[in-house]
């Protein structure tokens, strides 16, 4: 089934809410004041049957100038407008308002609804209809059909009910496959049933018991229940105005603006890049820095304009431009957003998001410009790839990275195959996607970083695989191994347990170093169990850390074990006491501390150090006061 949403548009007093009530037979003014004063001040909803089997939301509007704000968090979701214009009066101030926003956000399809015509005379009724002609020649509304109606006879309402069908079977419906976005307009409670959220649930699929994040203030949230025209429903779809009953979140937590929508699908931000156009209309300039109300969804947030390639904006102008908010918000790739004045408030312009998430930019950088320049013309493939690009600090999951371009699910796996057939894109394992350009970054990053420790300790097999992982991404071990495992693949590095070196090192003794270290081994050999500590043994030589790191490398190519800290034991008397305890162990089951130290003819010193050595590398494990062989 096509979901579709209606909204009207217009000057106040044209009759928008009494033209709803002769098409659905329901009030969509729900507030006593609206009632009281006969104006609509607030958003109004309800439905309107297509066939017999289909509905459409409709979305009623407030026209007076006071209430744009109320007005423009409604239109964001509408699929086709009901343009309102009485006949008695014509084109008025709020009618060419209502025009320029749903202009500047991308409204394809509409109907001019001529309303009040009981009031005027035919002749009249004419010359109305050449100035509407003359109006929107040059608007999205230029070949939309114009129909006289009059709510209070009835006249002129089947023939619009008949458009409006006729023109909701042909839309093209919304997009299922993205995540789920449903920006707030509505926030209540019901007695024993808590907190409720309405609004026009823009993209995807929600179900009940779905688990989502409220957006920007990062909530969680549980779907207890969901209604779209009053009726309770399993699953709402893209299109749909839907009421939302939500667990496990307070009323105080939420407000108009905020958006519900899949976890990881979105991001908070302070910043965002724009294409922006003024009206030109308008007879306001933008200079650089200029503060706005920026109106994107349901929300309004105030913010400065910096203007990346000029210093002032001129009606009827484009430019780049990067919004400094002063809350936080989200948004999505493509989305559209209106831009008022901050005092006195009126519509400027507005345009279209190319980066919801950006970093602050410098003004005049080419680089940025031209950035934009492809988020703004260039393909979804094209789009897909600057975003990897730009997250050059960072790994992408595949499901990540189809979030952040807002487009379907299939086609963005499309994208994606093709830049890793182009070489562009490369797959790390089947969880990570990374651009080639950060792939050469962070080889020669990893480079630097492994090359700079082996300058600084030749003697060592290399770099912790922790201190490297550290290094490289810190806190994100995973996104580190994923790099390190395709390194090793490409055989750029070398990992031997937890070192990692490049391929092509060798530790390189001198002449004066490998004679140092047969002396060591001697050393270690002649003193058997009894071995000293590394301190004792540095003492003996004059370069005493060069002793340290000439020790260290002889742990490294298994010559010595590494007791503790600070003792050494030469591998072949390590080896001779396994083989006697083992031996032992096999006859008698267990041994005490002061039978395995007669066994190897050394101090209780050593014996104990030996054997708290196996029982960490589980040879053996403490029974009580003895030590027996480990077993799984």
């Not at 109004?44 to 968090?73: C, R, S, W």
């Not at 926030?187 to 179900?207: A, H, P, R």
């Not at 003794?509 to 000293?532: D, H, N, R, T």
């Not at 030469?570 to 031996?583: F, G, I, M, T």
């Amino acid at each position: 089934m096509k979901n579709f949403i209606i909204g009207t548009a217009g000057h106040i007093d044209h009759g928008k809410t009494s033209l709803i009530r002769a098409l659905t037979g329901r009030e969509t003014d729900r507030l006593e004041e609206e009632k009281r004063r006969g104006i609509t001040i607030d958003l109004g909803f309800t439905y309107f049957a297509l066939n017999n089997e289909e509905q459409a939301g409709i979305i009623d509007v407030p026209g007076h100038e006071k209430f744009i704000k109320n007005m423009l968090a409604g239109v964001g979701g509408m699929d086709m407008v009901l343009m309102v214009i009485a006949a008695d009066e014509g084109i008025m101030p709020q009618t060419r308002e209502h025009l320029d926003i749903l202009t500047i956000l991308n409204m394809k399809q509409g109907i001019v609804v001529l309303t009040k015509t009981d009031m005027v005379e035919e002749d009249w009724l004419e010359m109305v209809k050449e100035e509407i002609h003359e109006e929107i020649e040059n608007t999205f509304l230029k070949d939309a059909p114009i129909i006289p109606v009059s709510s209070l006879t009835g006249d002129g309402i089947e023939e619009l009910k008949n458009e409006i069908t006729a023109m909701a079977m042909m839309a093209a419906g919304k997009s299922c496959e993205t995540p789920i976005r449903l920006p707030i307009d509505r926030v209540f409670t019901i007695g024993g049933f808590g907190t409720v959220v309405t609004g026009t649930q823009i993209e995807g699929v929600l179900n009940v018991g779905d688990e989502v994040i409220v957006y920007p203030f990062g909530e969680n949230a549980k779907i207890r229940n969901l209604q779209v025209h009053g009726n309770n429903v399993a699953t709402s779809y893209a299109g749909q105005r839907v009421a939302v009953n939500l667990a496990n979140i307070k009323k105080d937590a939420l407000e108009r603006g905020c958006i519900l929508a899949e976890k990881n699908s979105m991001e908070e931000t302070m910043m965002l890049d724009v294409k922006l156009e003024l009206l030109k209309n308008t007879d306001r300039e933008l200079p650089n820095r200029t503060r706005v109300r920026l109106y994107h969804g349901t929300s309004e947030v105030l913010c400065r304009v910096i203007l990346l390639d000029r210093e002032v904006l001129k009606a009827g102008e484009s430019c780049f431009a990067q919004l400094r908010l002063e809350e936080k918000t989200a948004a999505r790739i493509h989305d559209y957003f209106v831009l008022r004045f901050y005092s006195p408030m009126e519509t400027i312009g507005g345009g279209i998001v190319l980066d919801p998430n950006p970093l602050k930019h410098k003004r005049f950088q080419l680089e940025i410009l031209d950035d934009l320049s492809i988020r703004e013309h260039g393909s979804s493939k094209d789009l897909m790839e600057c975003i990897l690009k730009k997250h050059h600090d960072s790994l992408q999951t595949r499901e990540s990275l189809i979030h952040l371009t807002g487009n379907g699910k299939s086609a963005a796996e499309q994208d994606l195959e093709q830049l890793i057939c182009e070489k562009k894109v490369v797959p790390l394992g089947k969880e990570y996607v990374v651009h080639q350009t950060t792939i050469q970054f962070l080889r020669e990053k990893t480079g630097q970083i492994i090359r700079g420790f082996h300058e600084k300790f030749p003697l060592k097999e290399g770099i912790s695989k922790e201190e490297l992982r550290n290094k490289l991404y810190p806190g994100k071990s995973k996104w580190a191994d994923a790099m390190l495992s395709y390194f090793l693949e490409e055989g750029f590095i070398k990992i031997t347990e937890q070192m990692i070196a490049m391929a092509d090192f060798k530790i390189q003794f001198s002449k004066e170093q490998s004679q140092m270290k047969e002396q060591l081994e001697k050393l270690y050999l002649e003193s058997g169990y009894a071995a000293p500590t590394n301190g004792e043994v540095a003492r003996q030589y004059k370069n005493q850390q060069e002793v340290l790191q000439i020790l260290q490398s002889m742990w490294e190519e298994g010559i010595l074990i590494k007791l503790d800290l600070q003792t050494f034991l030469h591998q072949s008397w390590y080896q001779k006491a396994r083989d006697e305890l083992e031996l032992f162990l096999e006859k008698n089951g267990t041994i005490t501390i002061a039978e395995f130290r007669d066994l190897i003819e050394t101090s209780r010193k050593y014996a104990l150090l030996i054997l708290e050595y196996f029982d960490n590398n589980k040879i053996t494990k403490k029974v009580e006061d003895a030590r027996m062989l480990f077993t799984l």
